[in-house]
């Protein structure tokens, strides 16, 4: 029976400078020490540091010495010279028996002494050379399902739909903007077919974009806007071809040419682990002027894909047979999508865009991601490449292999679903603030500071029901409910009420936090829908929720004007079950995060998601977790709020390192030091 013991017998914090330092991911070839705190009660103990990293595994003899408070610490010093995984745990012998020291269920924090294994202790360890495009970083993203941001002028979309007719497809289109997408099967078919459209096209975005500047929006994510006989795109029909429902290239050019003027750019999803069946490439009902991979062993794309009984069965996505899988590792496949002069990643690169995000990067090979990784950063060396990775990327396992996101070869940044699932965990009490703040943490330890500061900070997306549903009340993903229930689903006023002060709170934490933040388009107008294709309806133009709008704006504005609130370091705190509070600030070295200069400044965000008032108490004196910790100048002083939800403190003292203030029901306040506000940068 696993016997544990308390946290005065032993203790290690990887948190805690005290405990390991540096904190965090490591560069390759760089020292960590490591130390493990041994009470009185286990004197004469020995202690051995075991360790793993990419394939290799030693033990150190940890040397102890005394401490004043009469703990015995056992410090050793690890290094690693190349990229990897590295875990860590420790072992104590007190004369009787072994004992294991390592996470209590996590990767980092605070441990647990046990009498059987624990969770080993993470490291994730990168190439020094790791950089990601520092526009990035400093970004506000704006993600557009094209077909239901906005129509252009003369709604041609709607009037090109007979390519598609044409070739023998389907297409139900809406007249009405207001309507409900489809989410039934049309009559006489069996099956859903995502074929309507309401004829949102690049024109529409092209004339939104002065709205988009206004909001403080600093780049676009499109999701697919190439030739599919769908309206998600997800099934691509030609990697070549804007669909025509959306526009042509001449006008994506003139999209990316007109956001640049604006100070936006244009990020493109790439569909790289499967393509339509109805596609140019597979071309299984004939529809293209083509000799497709199902109509002849001897068409060019064949090796693209995996038949197991030809033409009729073949691999597919999770299944589908309308999704035939890639070969990823097909060379006529790696040199269409990215070793030729003018493949795809490149072409669409020098028509404009900034950068890709590789939809299911999980599904993608290693080597394949690092190929398109080397490729588009030879043609442009600040594109982004961003992957949809759902876990923490550091340690995500899939295709039979722990994968190798972020060492420093592969993407720049991921979706960030973990932080989405903290921020609305807290928010609808499914975790305390010190389980968010804690998970928060996990991502900052585990990931290196460029790949950290550079995560898609979202909390809607075409795949999750909308967060304003989700904070009113709404049911998630797992809910069971029917496409008919869902469909009916609605929210009472008081729901729809608390739903948008909710938002409000988790959108100004989401803007003072590291990262890109992303508004899901229709969010900050009061958006509502559950699963697809409920959260992909169209943006309620003229009926927009003006106290969300102005909320947006307003908060995206202070992220805007302060780099600080971009790229400066960062202290996390949880004073309060309730509470969570967040300090970013530049030291005196006037360095963010990243060693880059940036002008000093101090914010703090304190957030209440209780009905109740609470009384906060920030102790800055105390041990705090975090790399940054140990970098945090004097606090003291008078602080004034520049922004809230709900009411807020006017202003509040720091004395002797501690700050005390009220903060109301449902509210959060960002306070700015008085006499560095004049400081801040502008944007």
């Known amino acids: 029976m696993t016997q544990y013991f308390t946290a005065s017998d032993a203790f290690h914090d990887s948190r805690l400078a005290a405990c390991r330092w540096p904190q965090g991911a490591l560069p390759a070839g760089e020292s960590v020490r490591l130390c493990l705190y041994l009470s009185e009660r286990l004197r004469g103990a020995y202690c051995l540091l075991c360790w793993q990293h990419d394939g290799q595994e030693g033990i150190a003899l940890m040397e102890p010495r005394k401490e004043e408070s009469g703990r015995l610490c056992y410090a050793a010093v690890l290094s690693f010279d190349r990229p990897g995984l590295a875990r860590y745990w420790f072992i104590v012998n007190d004369g009787r028996r072994l004992l294991y020291y390592g996470g209590a269920g996590s990767t980092g924090g605070l441990g647990v002494l046990t009498s059987s294994f624990v969770t080993p202790y993470q490291i994730t360890v990168y190439d020094p050379a790791y950089r990601t495009p520092s526009w990035f970083r400093n970004a506000v993203v704006y993600q557009i399902f094209p077909d239901r941001f906005a129509r252009g002028k003369g709604r041609g979309s709607l009037n090109r739909a007979d390519f598609h007719r044409k070739l023998g ?9 207001n309507e409900q997408p489809l989410y039934q099967p049309l009559p006489g078919r069996e099956y859903y077919d995502p074929c309507d459209f309401f004829g949102g096209d690049l024109e529409g975005i092209i ?3 002065p709205c988009l500047q206004e909001l403080g929006v600093t780049c676009l994510y499109l999701n697919p806007i190439f030739e599919s006989p769908t309206n998600h795109k997800y099934n691509t029909g030609n990697y070549r071809a804007v669909d025509p429902m959306f526009g042509d290239e001449e006008t994506f050019r003139r999209l990316c040419l007109e956001a640049r003027r604006l100070g936006m750019r244009v990020l493109l999803d790439g569909v790289f682990s499967h393509t339509g069946d109805d596609s140019l490439y597979f071309n299984k009902y004939c529809r293209y002027d083509s000799v497709g991979a199902c109509n002849s062993p001897d068409s060019p794309y ?36 990215a070793r030729d002069e003018d493949a795809v990643l490149k072409h669409w690169i020098r028509q404009g865009a900034s950068g890709w995000r590789l939809d299911v990067a999980d599904e993608l090979p290693d080597d394949f991601i690092a190929l398109l990784r080397r490729e588009l950063k030879q043609t442009d060396p600040e594109a982004l490449l961003l992957g949809e990775v759902w876990e923490d990327a550091s340690n995500k396992f899939s295709m039979n292999c722990s994968r190798r996101y972020v060492f420093g070869n ?33 991502l900052r330890e585990n990931y290196p500071p460029a790949f950290f500061y550079s995560c898609l900070n979202l909390l809607s997306s075409h795949d999750v029901p909308r967060a304003l549903s989700l904070l009113s009340g709404a049911p998630d993903k797992d809910s069971g409910l029917s496409r008919e229930e869902q469909a009916a689903f609605e929210l009472t006023e008081d729901q729809r009420s608390l739903g948008r002060t909710r938002l409000l709170l988790a959108t100004a934490l989401q803007m003072c936090l590291p990262g890109a933040p992303c508004v899901y388009y229709g969010d900050e107008a009061g958006a509502e829908g559950l699963m697809d294709p409920f959260n992909r309806g169209t943006y309620p133009w003229g009926k927009e929720d003006s106290v969300l709008l102005e909320g947006f704006a307003r ?4 992220r805007r004007r302060s780099a600080v609130l971009r790229t400066g370091r960062m202290l996390l705190l949880s004073p309060h079950r309730d509470v969570i509070a967040v300090v970013r600030f530049v030291p005196g070295d006037g360095k963010d995060a990243l060693g880059d200069p940036c002008e000093k400044g101090l914010f703090l965000l304190a957030v209440n998601r209780s009905a109740s008032s609470c009384g906060v108490r920030l102790d800055f004196t105390a041990a705090l977790h975090g790399p940054d910790a140990s970098a945090l100048p004097d606090l003291g002083g008078r602080y004034r709020c520049v922004e809230s939800v709900g009411t807020a403190p006017v202003s509040v003292l720091c004395k002797n390192g501690v700050m005390r203030f009220v903060l109301p029901a449902l509210s959060a306040c960002l306070l700015v030091r008085e006499e560095k506000s004049s400081r801040l940068s502008k944007v």
Do not use: C
Request: proline share 4%; no cysteine.
């Open 555 to 558: 908060w995206i504005g202070q």
């Open 169 to 177: 497809r389907t297409v139900v289109l809406h007249e009405n903007w």
């Open 207 to 209: 004339e939104k974009l």
């Open 302 to 337: 064949y090796s693209w894909y995996t038949f197991l009984q030809y033409p009729t069965v073949y691999q597919s996505w999770w299944g589908f047979s309308s999704l035939p899988e890639v070969n990823e590792h097909s060379a006529s496949y790696q040199d269409f999508i």
């Open 410 to 442: 592969e993407l720049d940044s991921v979706m960030n679903y973990p932080l989405r699932e903290a921020i609305l965990g807290f928010f609808l009490g499914k975790m305390t603030a010190e389980q968010a703040v804690g998970r928060m943490e996990t």
